[in-house]
């Protein structure tokens, strides 16, 4: 019987590269709460955040993130005027990361509107135009 070929290096360059990716994940998520706390510090040299939107599997889980956010505003961490939301994925069946971005979205604009913030399509437009986005996805690896 032949043993199969070896493919020596292929796991190390692989691990490599997780590596890498979660070095700068590290440095992304790092560097965005440090611009975070100081905006709260400091809010004429750096502008507060507009939105956290969190994506949730389960609506428990939702909640869960909704009090770790409150929390944060009630310690500090996140400026009072900033939007928090955790949004579960609808009905509570897995629906994916591109979906639940979707969603997330949806559910911003949705609260939006029930601010008062903006009322129409094109309002909503216009907030979003004034609004500068940070998207940051973790996927499992």
């Known amino acids: 019987m032949e043993t199969p070929p070896s ?14 990716y979660n070095s700068d994940l590290e440095s992304i998520l790092r560097k965005s709460w440090y611009h975070l706390r100081l905006s709260v510090r400091h809010p004429s040299r750096v502008p507060t955040w507009d939105a956290i939107v969190l994506t949730a599997a389960s609506p428990e889980q939702a909640e869960l993130y909704e009090w770790q956010l409150s929390r944060a505003k009630r310690m500090g961490r996140i400026a ?7 949004v579960p994925d609808p009905e509570g ?3 994916g990361s591109g979906a639940a971005t ?4 949806s559910a911003l604009a949705r609260h939006f509107q029930c601010l008062g913030v903006a009322t129409t399509q094109g309002e909503l437009d216009k907030v979003g135009s004034d609004i500068d986005v940070y998207w940051i996805s973790f996927e499992e690896l």
């Open 93 to 95: 069946a897995r629906i």
């Open 80 to 86: 009072s005027s900033t939007v928090t939301l955790a």
């Open 102 to 105: 979707l969603n997330a979205i």
């Open 7 to 20: 493919h020596e290096g292929e796991g190390t360059r692989s691990k490599s590269r997780r590596g890498r």
